[in-house]
């Protein structure tokens, strides 16, 4: 059985940085889309970074570009969000999901990820 656990949140000043980590346990396929999303209020989930672990292909949305950096670990089981410059409209929470693809193409699909972890909160502040 997947299992997705997030770690790394906390509080930070606007400006500040913090790195986001997703422990994988229980997948088979060596190769996957990985990515984070945030819990945009009234809104929904919202994809920001990808990463393909069969090659490292990346992708970020715009709002993230530049400061944000998506990776993974040598045993492709953790995958890391490096958060920098953050904003105070960035507090939310943050989720790791997961989904199988044949290659990076399919990374882009923010619907198509059904594995997701619990979550870990940001709190950007003043």
């Known amino acids: 059985q997947v299992q997705l656990v997030e770690s790394g949140g906390g509080s930070v000043q606007a400006g500040g940085s913090l790195r986001l980590s997703c422990a994988v346990f229980?997948?088979?396929?060596?190769?996957?889309?990985m990515a984070w999303f945030r819990q945009v209020p009234g809104k929904g989930r919202e994809g920001v970074a990808v990463?393909?672990?069969?090659?490292?292909?990346?992708y970020y949305v715009d709002s993230v570009k530049g400061r944000f950096t998506i990776s993974q670990d040598n045993n492709k089981d953790t995958v890391y969000l490096q958060m920098n410059s953050l904003k105070l409209e960035e507090t939310d929470m943050y989720y790791c999901a997961a989904m199988y693809a044949p290659s990076s193409r399919n990374c882009g699909r923010w619907e198509a990820f059904g594995k997701w972890g619990q979550g870990t909160q940001v709190t950007v502040s003043s």
């Open positions: 229980g997948y088979t396929y060596p190769s996957r889309c």
């Open positions: 990463i393909y672990t069969g090659d490292g292909t990346t």
